[in-house]
């Protein structure tokens, strides 16, 4: 970058248009104009040749990609998201690149398809969907697609974060559940809901109706959800997964479904998605969502104008607004 030019930023996908343009104004970016998943290759071509690069979730930022930005002019990772278990973390340490995230804005989307995902499974929605899309609804019965009611039942949370408590609050406030939940660290928040924090993920396995993930992916949470766990919930709970596909082994999840010792589970991430295990295809009660936590125009957009105010922080030579 010559002293009057505009820093340079690699971006691994297309973006909202007002989130392009933005960043547009202040940096003279790469687009990925096909919008398909690039190669490790080319991310780190990208990078070498960019001050930045801006990835999302499936892009795996590893060492190698690291390594070569840094032998180049990359400086800059600006993650388009909050999760970051796709970066290696560690080598952008070592190698003195900084890595930013995009935390808060999409806290409300998340919630939102959290109990969009709680609904559809407890109120069978998608079953009820694919009966009448293919003809074979034969018309109104007392005893027709009987789902569970929310009121009086018991949230779980795994990970009380923004997001765990943007869904306890609306499960609380808006369907009258009771709260429970399990966090790393003591919380001391006081809530305008009955929410009672547990020892931990095992105890909340036990009591839940409904177990709803919100933790990071880590080596920590790796499998947090396991054959112990899943044994430990109720048979009718149902597990809902807005976090990371690392957090739960579908595996154990997909046979605690076909032998219905648990009750079912919404789905909007996996363990090497986009590929599905096909197991959870098959099996029964399943709500699956291709990880759309967090896509409304107003978060995709907010998303991409946090890395912008990053980025404009980082080249301006102040520190980054959202470190990771
Ligand atoms: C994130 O930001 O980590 C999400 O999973 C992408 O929506």
């Not at 940096?27 to 690069?53: Q, V």
């Amino acid at each position: 970058m010559t002293k009057h030019d505009k820093p340079t930023i690699f971006v691994t996908r297309r973006w909202p248009a007002e989130a392009e343009a933005a960043l547009s104004q202040y940096f003279s970016p790469t687009f990925n104009e096909g919008d398909t998943p690039l190669s490790a290759a080319e991310m780190a071509a990208g990078f070498s040749s960019h001050d930045a690069i801006a990835p999302t979730v499936s892009d795996k930022i590893g060492a190698d990609i690291i390594s070569a930005g840094a032998r180049g002019s990359g400086r800059l990772i600006a993650n388009f998201g909050v999760g970051v278990n796709h970066i290696d973390l560690e080598a952008a340490a070592s190698a003195g690149i900084l890595v930013s995230n995009t935390p808060g804005v999409l806290t409300d989307a998340t919630a939102d398809l959290a109990l969009t995902l709680i609904l559809m499974l407890t109120r069978r929605a998608g079953e009820g969907e694919r009966e009448l899309r293919s003809g074979s609804w034969d018309g109104w019965r007392p005893t027709h697609l009987m789902g569970r009611a929310l009121q009086g039942k018991t949230l779980g949370i795994i990970g009380m974060g923004r997001i765990g408590k943007a869904v306890a609050h609306r499960a609380a406030l808006g369907f009258g559940m009771e709260v429970v939940f399990q966090n790393r660290s003591q919380i001391t928040d006081k809530f305008n809901y009955s929410a009672k924090q547990l020892d931990d993920v095992d105890s909340v396995c036990r009591v839940a109706d409904i177990v709803s993930l919100h933790c990071a992916a880590s080596p920590q949470t790796y499998h947090v959800i396991n054959s112990k766990s899943l044994a430990m919930m109720k048979r009718d709970a149902c597990l809902i997964n807005t976090a990371r596909g690392d957090v739960v082994d579908e595996t154990a999840l997909a046979a605690a479904l076909c032998e219905s010792r648990i009750g079912g589970a919404g789905l909007d991430v996996f363990q090497g998605e986009p590929a599905i295990n096909p197991a959870l295809l098959s099996a029964p009660n399943t709500v699956l969502l291709p990880h759309i936590g967090s896509a409304t125009v107003e978060t995709r957009t907010a998303m991409g104008l946090k890395v912008v105010e990053n980025a404009r922080a980082f080249f301006a030579g102040d520190s980054l607004i959202d470190p990771v």
